[in-house]
């Protein structure tokens, strides 16, 4: 939904795969929009944690994780109070092509939540951006 209270878009899915069940009609017609969103949203939801392979790159107040993924490379960060992870970064050629942050992190039953989410898909050109109002279980 936009600020307006209006669906743009709505997808269901699981760990198999997401349906795209609705998109307003403007966006509709510029192709295949569904399909990237729903990549995106994956992007954002799946693969929290690095491979057992990932390459570990401790800094002061962060700990990263670099493993190869596809064409290019993905990269964890994990940071903060209780180091959860606030950011996820794909790169091709040395340059970013999708990065999801994750902040504001909530504790609830001994885990981290981040309460809100922006993923940047710099190919494509446009932001999601996820706010989480609550935590359920």
Do not use: C
């Amino acid at each position: 939904m936009n600020y307006l209270g209006v669906k743009i878009l709505e997808f269901e899915g699981d760990r198999n795969g997401l349906t795209h069940k609705y998109m307003i009609e403007p966006l509709a017609r510029q192709g295949d929009i569904a399909s990237v969103v729903a990549e995106d949203i994956k992007r954002i939801y799946l693969d929290l944690v690095p491979s057992l392979d990932a390459r570990v790159v401790k800094r002061r107040q962060a700990i990263l994780f670099r493993q190869r993924s596809g064409d290019g490379a993905l990269e964890y960060e994990f940071s903060g109070e209780g180091l959860p992870l606030t950011s996820k970064t794909y790169r091709e050629d040395h340059r970013a092509v999708w990065r999801v942050s994750y902040y504001e992190h909530r504790s609830r039953n001994g885990r981290l939540y981040p309460m809100g989410i922006v993923l940047s898909n710099y190919r494509n050109g446009y932001r999601l951006i996820v706010r989480q109002k609550e935590i359920r279980e």
